[in-house]
């Protein structure tokens, strides 16, 4: 099992339409979960960091966080193009790494 | 500007030369990462410093790839006999302990 996984791409939503973006991780002690977004030939950019469980929302992104199930999501409200972009989940293991998922592209669709 | 800056953004080099990469970190940074990242996938952990201690290196690392943080601040990346599956855009963040990564432009590295 690869230490942090997200659903394969590409995902493709209208404009004005929800982004569901899902993560999961297999390190149990794992404290510390972040979401990046990476527009293409660019480096990843910090979207939001969670680090308890439920919901943090900041403007139209809102993570959600389940240590139980090991599970980590974003969402992205009222989608636009220019979110068009790789997003990335990274995660702090107990080892004190941080260690990316593979992505996951999304294209709004104007 | 005080992100984390990388040079050269670019290079091309031949089979089996040596190159070396340099990172600048955010100044209050104590943390510094390498990271490799090709098409398609996420960025693959390479090595990290705290100071000037390099804590840990990838298993995946061959003994080709090594790294410097000599006086805490920037580091140096350095592959020896390059080859041409190490082409890739390298990647160097920083943070304060293991707080959150702030990423540099990167390197893309092509060798022919």
Redesign the interface.
């Known amino acids: 099992q690869k230490e ?1 996984e997200q659903n394969s791409g590409p995902l493709s939503v209208p404009e004005g339409a929800i982004a569901s973006l899902n993560c999961t991780y297999s390190d149990r002690v794992s404290q ?1 979960f ?1 979401w990046y977004r990476q527009y293409s030939g ?5 979207i939001m ?1 969670i680090y308890s469980n439920g919901d943090k929302e900041d403007g139209r992104f809102t993570a959600q966080l389940n240590k139980a199930s090991q599970y980590v999501s974003l969402l992205i409200r009222d989608s636009q193009p220019s979110d068009s972009a790789t997003y ?1 989940c ?1 995660v ?1 293991t107990s ?9 996951t592209s999304l294209s709004v669709i104007p | 500007d005080t992100g984390v800056s990388q040079d050269p953004r670019h290079k091309i080099t031949k089979r089996g030369q040596n190159v070396t990469f340099r990172c600048d970190p955010i100044s209050e940074h104590n943390r510094l ?1 390498w ?1 490799r990242q090709t098409l ?6 390479l090595t ?1 410093f705290q100071n000037e201690a390099q ?2 290196k990838s298993r995946l690392l061959s003994d080709r790839f090594s790294a410097e943080r000599p006086k805490g601040s920037f580091s140096t990346l350095e592959i020896q006999r390059t080859e041409q599956g190490d082409s890739a ?1 390298y ?1 160097c963040a920083s943070s304060w302990q ?9 390197t893309r590295l092509t060798v022919l």
Do not use: C, N, W
């Open positions: 942090v510390s972040f660019k480096s990843p950019e910090l960091s990335l990274a702090r080892y004190d790494k941080v260690i990316f998922g593979p992505g | 990462y990271y398609g996938q996420g960025p693959e952990f990290y804590l840990e855009m990647l293991g707080d959150t990564q702030y990423f540099g432009p990167g």
